[in-house]
């Protein structure tokens, strides 16, 4: 399960995610070179020193650099590991980065029993005796190797046991991705309240899993759900062999049709190449045959329409093992059809949040206001009711106007709804039919927060049909039933419909 921390811990990013260290004369060509090429494969950057630094009886200064640089160190011991001053040199400086920088390490046992490494009997006796009978005048660089190797084999490692080294590998890579994941910083100015949203719906993707994966993140619109498929896209596709991110799919669909959209998904993943097709049957024959052996992350925004997924996405094993598939919609129903793994509702913003998203774009400060626009900007933030889209359209439209000029503003807000917003949306309502139309606007009229039933058998009356039609509303994220059986709307999709 991958988490991550919040914005006041997250990290920089490194030159390079994982170190390589391992003795060249064992596993250079074979285990060594197959753990390096599955790293570089998952999108996990690598040093691998070049053997021409090796010339020298000194360690390269490129090495230590290159240490220095890294996010992590992984360490192949095999059975001529210790004999390498080289090698000892290596653990020694990453030791020393991994006590005072953080630096992650992991450990492989390659063949090698991690006792004699800690106890330094056997095979690791041998190997100190020469390397003391060499450095008699050095006896400060025998311990710091010896106790360089006595740390590293106390942590806990991955062991071979006569493992098949290609499930070895696999499940080395998908631990190290998944750790890394979890050093992905949370830094995008304006983002408020993102970090618990990105933490919950990451609980759902786990990327560590070796299996393909489809995913929702369905509400009604202006909630942020493009904003969080794209900061989760952002982060996680360095993990991946390909990623496409097909933004406004129902907007693209409609004007230029879903090969256009296929063209891109391919184009994108494969980006050194053409795609000439003209029916959306060999674009769905292109992308099982060409993606169907490929790890990617693929995010569809703004699906409103099943022949999206059915020409996009497609079946799972159009794509390899690994895959993540994010879909955004406000249509829960077309999710749930298409029976995807798991669906993210993400909430509108609580109180605190919605406030300092609110001072960012009208003050451009998270502090708390104790003037006159105090009061005033309580009164935004009812009007708001924790929408994002909302809280940032009237906070930027406010910026650098005085308090009598937010006063008129209000004013008119609180009589006539601000057409940015409406009109976003306005999407949803106009996706429905005349009589779920008209469900929609007795409910925003008559019957917000009313008990369930007693709307239900009202609207019956009217010969409305409200068992479908108000699972269609709720469904298309344009309603919700509590569990105290009540019903409730939000106020700006009241307010924008309703002419009672």
Known sequence: MLSLPSTSSSISRQKYDVFLSFSGE???????????????????????????LEVGEEIAPELFKAIRQSWCSVIIFSKT?????????????????????????????????????????????????????????????????????????????????NRHETEFIGDIVKKISAKLCETFPVV?????????????????????????????????????????????????????????????????SNKCGLVSLQKQLLSQILSEEYFNFFNVHEGNALINHRLSNKKVLVVLDDVDNLQHLKCLVGRRDWFGLGSRIIVTTRDEHLLRSYRVDDVYKPTTLNTNDALRLFNLKA?????????????????????????????????????????????SAIERLERDSNKEIIERLQISFDGLDQTEQNIFLDIACFFNGEDKDFVMKVLDGCEFF???????????????????????????LRNGKKNC
């Open 363 to 407: 003050f451009n400060s998270e502090t708390k206001l104790e003037n006159d626009f105090s009061e005033l900007s309580k009164r935004v933030l009812k009007y708001a009711g924790g929408l994002p889209l909302a809280l940032e359209v009237l906070g930027s439209f406010l910026c650098g106007r005085d308090a009598t000029q937010w006063r």
């Open 26 to 52: 064992d596993t250079r060509n074979n285990f060594t070179d197959h753990l390096y090429d599955a790293l570089k494969r998952s999108g996990i950057v690598t040093f691998r020193d070049d053997p021409k």
């Open 81 to 161: 590991y210790a004999f390498s001053g080289w090698c000892l040199e290596e653990l020694a400086e990453i030791i020393k980065q991994k006590n005072n920088k953080d630096h992650k390490v992991f450990p492989i046992f390659y063949d090698v029993d991690p006792s004699n490494l800690r106890k330094q009997k056997q095979i690791v006796e041998k190997a100190f005796a020469k390397h003391e009978e060499r450095y008699k005048e050095d006896k400060d660089k025998i311990r710091r190797w010896r106790n360089a190797l006595t740390q590293v084999a106390n942590i806990k490692g991955w062991h071979l046991n």
């Open 466 to 492: 409200p068992n479908i039609g108000i699972d269609v509303l709720i469904k298309k994220s344009l309603l919700k039933a509590y569990k105290d059986n009540k019903l409730w709307m939000h106020d700006l």
């Open 188 to 252: 995008h100015d304006g983002l408020v309240g993102i970090s618990s949203r990105l933490e919950e719906l990451y609980a759902k993707i786990d990327i560590g899993e070796d299996d393909v994966r489809i995913f929702g993140i369905c509400e009604m619109g202006g909630i942020g759900k493009t904003t969080l498929a794209r900061v989760a896209y952002t982060q996680m596709s360095p993990h991946f062999e390909g990623k496409s991110f097909l933004a406004d799919v129902r907007e693209v």
